[in-house]
Every structure is written in structure tokens, then in C-alpha cells.
């Protein structure tokens, strides 16, 4: 059994922009970068749909985060948080009792 390549994404930027160029067929790339080329389609498909976030400002707030979303998080928060304190008031009332008898 053969151990997997794990290509570091600055190999795979690389790849993926001369596949990108097509100055060389995926055959051509393959055997030049040792990998096949169902992978190197890949790595270009996935280049060329996050060319977009190379050129997003920074700070800005992340597409597709919505309200409803907000407000789940926001329930589940107060939810976590309820039974945190909770458990600490509990956990408190029994070390209170360590030492009396039931």
C-alpha cells in the first residue's frame, strides 16, 4: 500500500495556474508534476471559482450569513450559557454539602 501525497497549496497554486494557462496538456502536466490529472481539473476548477476572494476587502462581512442564522446562533449562545450557570450553581450547592450528611 502506497502512502498519500499530501501537496502543499502553494504546489497546487502552482499546477492549477499552468492548467489554468493551458500552454500544456493535463497529460503534460501529470507526468511533469507527478499527479494525475482527474486532480489537477480539480485543483483548477476550485482556482478558478475562488479567484473572486483574492480580491474581497478585508473585514468585510462574510456572503451568505443571514439574519435567521444570527438569531439561531444567538438562541443557542443564551441556551449554553443558561445551563452553564446552571451547572455551576449546582456543582457549587454540592460541594456546599461535602462533608454533612444526607
Same mark, same amino acid.
Given at each position: 500500500?502506497?502512502?498519500r =501525497?499530501?501537496?502543499s497549496p502553494d504546489f497546487k497554486a502552482k499546477?492549477?495556474?499552468?492548467?489554468?494557462? @493551458?500552454? #500544456?496538456?493535463? +497529460?503534460?502536466?501529470?507526468? =511533469?508534476y507527478g499527479v494525475h490529472p482527474t486532480q489537477i481539473g480539480t485543483w483548477k476548477r476550485a482556482a478558478? @471559482?475562488? #479567484?473572486?476572494? +483574492?480580491?474581497t476587502r478585508k473585514g468585510s462581512a462574510p456572503?451568505?450569513?443571514?439574519a435567521v442564522d444570527v438569531?439561531?446562533?444567538h438562541s443557542k449562545i443564551g441556551q449554553l450559557v443558561v445551563e452553564r450557570d446552571f451547572l455551576a450553581d449546582a456543582s457549587q450547592q454540592l460541594l456546599g454539602m461535602r462533608g454533612k450528611k444526607w
Open positions: 500500500m502506497t502512502k =501525497k499530501n501537496h499546477v492549477a495556474l499552468e492548467a489554468i494557462r @493551458e500552454e #500544456m496538456s493535463m +497529460a503534460e502536466l501529470s507526468k =511533469k478558478i @471559482e475562488n #479567484m473572486a476572494t +483574492a480580491f456572503e451568505g450569513v443571514s438569531d439561531k446562533l
